[in-house]
Structure formats: structure tokens, C-alpha cells
């Protein structure tokens, strides 16, 4: 493929907001396959990498991101280049190109890595999720016995189990919110964090489905920033109501603890 026809192909994947050109360095780089200079708005690909197109037209559609990313942000790159956003645009141009038979998964071309893939799916990922949520529903049967012995619950995640609080707490909600284990423990986290469940039902059916969690991540903030604002006020009013209650009751306990003349015990107790 020359220069012409591979900008031909980046536009037919995805029509760019800026102009760009496309330059064979007719080179071999051993740091490098390509690059892109956002000043002149240029994709470099040294071609002598290459042994296939394919593999020539999987970086240029990474290089390609890059000038798209450019264009949403006026012609400029933030300082750290391969951004959320970025590998989000990456990962949707690549999507497109597969689907316009443009580009062919080179990761699905070797038939020992696709054996190898469906191993650590099945057997780490799968099954590392399963125990995540296995967790979880014995994460709440410690919980209610806790309470059933008067024991505070915080208090045996910190000492007893020395589990980070926040582990817990998604382990209990991946397993309330009957997630599917095939995620795998690390995009629970992600998932569990979201609190409308049409939006985590969503976001939790568009990474079974094969987009990567960088692209369903910024959908979602792309989604939010795009939120009516009268809606992101009642949201916030909400927020600062519990915040409010919370330090109300601290406060009422505090007040009363002086009152009882008990600060040394009540603070021992607390702490």
C-alpha cells in the first residue's frame, strides 16, 4: 500500500476534522512503527516494519487516533498522549475497520493464541470473578453475624480480615447486583461503581459484548457531560443532603458524648 491509499482507507473508516498526510519513511525503526507529529498534522509509518498490510493498517489506525483525538482538542495533544480518550477513539477506529473487512484482527489469526485466550478467560478471568462474588455473599453473612454479636462490621474488615474497605464493599455489590463473573474481578470494580442500574446494566452488557473498558468508560463520562443540567443539580442537591445528614449525626453524637461528660471513652470507642 502507498501513502495515498492508506489515508484513503484511515478516511473510509472514519471521515477527521483537521487534514493530514501520510508518510512511508521506507525505513526500519527499532524504537518505533509509527508516529504522529501533531504540529504538521503528519502519520509516519515505517513501512520496512512491516511483513503484512494488515499489521501496517493496525498502526496507522493507532497513529490515525491520535490525529483524531487532536482534532476534538483544536489542533492540539494533551502531555500525556495515550489518554482514556485516546485508546477509546483507537479502539473504536479498529472496530470499524473490522467491520468494513479493512483491517483483520490480527489476534485472532493465530489459532495457539486464540486456544491460549480462551484458557485465561475461562480459567483466571471467569473464574477470578466468581470468586469475587463468592466474596461478597460471605462478606454478608459475616456482616449480619457481626451485627447479630453487636461487633462493628467495619471493624473486622480492617483488623480481622485486613481488607481494604473499598474491596469489600464491591465485592458485596458485585454479588447484590448478580454481575456476571466473566467480567473478571477488575472490571466489577468499574461496574459496581455505578449507581443507576440502566446505566451499569449498559455499560455491563457493552464489555460482554466486546468493547474494551476504555471505551465504555468514556462513553459513560461522554454520556454524564451530556447529562440535562437541571438533573446534575438535583444529583448534586442529593449528594450534599446525605453528606449534610451524615455530619449532622456526627455532630449530635458529639454533642452528647460532651454532654455525658464521656469524651475520653466515647473517643476510644470511635477511633
Not at 512491516?50 to 493498517?57: G, H, S
Not at 497513529?63 to 494533551?78: C, M
Request: hydrophobic share 35%.
Amino acid at each position: 500500500m502507498n501513502q495515498d491509499q492508506i489515508k484513503k482507507l484511515l478516511l473510509s473508516v472514519e471521515d477527521a476534522e483537521l487534514d493530514f498526510s501520510v508518510i512511508l519513511s521506507g525505513k526500519k525503526s527499532r524504537k518505533v512503527n509509527g508516529l504522529y507529529k501533531v504540529d504538521t498534522r503528519e502519520i509516519i509509518l515505517h513501512n520496512k516494519n512491516f511483513t503484512t498490510d494488515n499489521l501496517m493498517v493496525y498502526t496507522a489506525l493507532h497513529e490515525y487516533a491520535h490525529h483524531i483525538h487532536s482534532g476534538k482538542g483544536g489542533g492540539k495533544l494533551p502531555s500525556r498522549s495515550h489518554t482514556q480518550a485516546f485508546w477509546a477513539i483507537f479502539h473504536r477506529l479498529l472496530e470499524k475497520a473490522e467491520a468494513k473487512s479493512l483491517y483483520a484482527n490480527a489476534y485472532a489469526q493465530s489459532s495457539e493464541l486464540a486456544e491460549l485466550t480462551e484458557l485465561i478467560r475461562e480459567k483466571y478471568i471467569r473464574r477470578n470473578g466468581s470468586l469475587f462474588i463468592e466474596l461478597g455473599e460471605r462478606l454478608i453473612a459475616a456482616r449480619e453475624l457481626c451485627e447479630k454479636e453487636g461487633l462493628r462490621f467495619e471493624d473486622y474488615i480492617d483488623r480481622v480480615l485486613r481488607l481494604p474497605r473499598l474491596s469489600a464493599k464491591t465485592a458485596i455489590k458485585s454479588f447484590t447486583y448478580n454481575l456476571d463473573p466473566a467480567l473478571g474481578s477488575e472490571n466489577m470494580r468499574f461496574i459496581s461503581a455505578i449507581p443507576n442500574e440502566e446505566t451499569r446494566g449498559a455499560a455491563e452488557n457493552a464489555l460482554l459484548s466486546g468493547k474494551s473498558p476504555d471505551t465504555v468508560k468514556t462513553a459513560l463520562r461522554e454520556a454524564q457531560a451530556e447529562e440535562d443540567p437541571r438533573l446534575k443539580l438535583e444529583k448534586e442537591k442529593a449528594r450534599l443532603e446525605r453528606t449534610i445528614g451524615a455530619l449532622s449525626k456526627r455532630l449530635k453524637e458529639i454533642e452528647t458524648a460532651l454532654d455525658n461528660g464521656a469524651t475520653g471513652a466515647f473517643c476510644a470507642l470511635r477511633g
